[in-house]
Each structure stands twice: as C-alpha cells, then as structure tokens.
C-alpha cells in the first residue's frame, strides 16, 4: 500500500542553524502539506501546496520557513535559523486533490526535530 | 476563531466501550475527523463524518455529531489492546483549502 515517508526519523540540531525536513508523498498525490505538534500541544497545520505553489499558509509559517518540491518526488520544509520553539514534531502529509468531496490526507510517520 | 478541544487521557478495560468527545468551535466545519496514532507511526484516518450527518457507524466505531452544541464524539464498541493509542478529532472548514484544525489528541489506555 503506498504511504507517505519521511527522513530522518529524528533530527537533532543546534539553535540558529538551517534544517531540512524531508517527504517523500505518495505518487500520484497533487497536494501536499506540512503540520507540527509541540510536545504535549495540538498538531498545528504550517503549510499547503499545490502546483508548485503555496496555496495556504498558517501565521506560525513566517520567513523562517520555506517548503519546496525540489523534484517529481520529494516535498522539503527548510527551517533557514531554527528557535528553541521549533523544537516539535513535523508531519508530511498529501492527498490526492479531488473536488466536490472530502480529500482524504494521508500522513508519514514524522520527524522529531530537536532544537539545542 | 477555530478551536478543537478533547481531554487527554482515557482509561478503559478490555471489551467495555470507548467514548471520546471532542467540541469545536466554528459553525462552518465541512467534514469532522478522527485519526489514530500509535507510537512511531502517522496520523492513521478512522472515520469521519460530514457536518449535515449526525451519525455514522463503521463496524466498532461510532461517530455522534451533535452540530447544535458543536460536539463529537467517538465510540469503540468492544475495546481490545490493540486499540490503545492517541485519538485525534480534527475539522476542515468551508474555504479552508482543505487545511486540517486539530485537537491535542487524547491518549486511550486500555487495560485487562
């Protein structure tokens, strides 16, 4: 069954520095998606996309952050100079992008990103 | 302003009944959610229900959706082990491009 992937699983970085999240959607999926959860707090929505573009995007999603589908496959979310706050878990997600009825998203298993 | 609210934590014994509630607050949710997450893995969708709807029965699940108090809830008949996870109420709203408004989850335990 296809899923959605992400890399890594855990990511540990030091306070200013850059990251890249990774996704890998499911293929023939047009919308792709980023969330996160804080510890202990609501999966917040980031960001969508959809034709190369940003179609939605949340107030936590500021200049700090960019998301780019660099080739057919990947879906990337950069962090340019991480926050202790960053600290959280960051879920992929994708649909297929039907109309008229509820798209359904299917979600990797995250990354624990860990700002120090 | 959109809110989605569940309590956190659930206990229940083996074969008894689960029922986790989950209020909202915006009147223009589309379609309402639950997800299952077990440890290390995704978000897993179980079921949803759209907003004209005030029931929905998928084999142990129930979904109840009272839209006059905003409220929803999730019912797992027959509780087993393998149900124990984080249970997520979420929403999409009319004009919201599909952007997904989550609870904080609630953690069910289910013990023999």
């Known amino acids: 069954e296809p899923e959605v992937t992400q890399t890594p699983s855990h990511q540990v970085t030091q306070m200013g520095q850059e990251v890249i999240l990774r996704c890998v959607p499911i293929s023939n999926h047009l919308y792709f998606y980023w969330y996160r959860q804080i510890l202990g707090q609501k999966v917040e929505f980031l960001v969508s996309?959809?034709?190369?573009?940003?179609?939605?995007k949340s107030e936590i999603f500021d200049d700090q952050f960019s998301v780019e589908r660099p080739d057919g496959s990947n879906f990337t979310l950069k962090i340019r100079s991480t926050k202790l706050e960053d600290s959280a878990m960051y879920f992929c997600?994708?649909?297929?992008?039907?109309?008229?009825?509820?798209?359904?998203?299917?979600f990797g298993p995250g990354t624990r990103l860990t700002v120090l | 302003g959109e809110d989605v609210e569940q309590s956190l934590f659930l206990s229940v014994r083996e074969g008894d009944s689960s029922v986790i509630n989950c209020t909202y607050t915006?009147?223009?949710?589309?379609?309402l959610y639950w997800y299952k997450q077990e440890p290390g893995a995704g978000l897993q969708l179980l079921t949803y229900i759209f907003s004209n709807m005030d029931m929905k029965q998928d084999q142990r699940l129930t979904v109840l959706l009272n839209k006059k108090d905003k409220h929803l809830s999730l019912r797992i008949a027959d509780t087993q082990t393998g149900d124990s996870a984080i249970y997520f109420c979420a929403e999409t709203l009319s004009g919201g491009y599909n952007k997904l408004i989550f609870g904080a989850g609630t953690r069910l335990a289910v013990h023999p």
């Open positions: 915006d009147s223009s949710s589309t379609y």
């Open positions: 996309f959809y034709n190369n573009e940003i179609s939605e």
């Open positions: 997600a994708s649909s297929e992008g039907e109309t008229g009825d509820r798209d359904e998203q299917f």
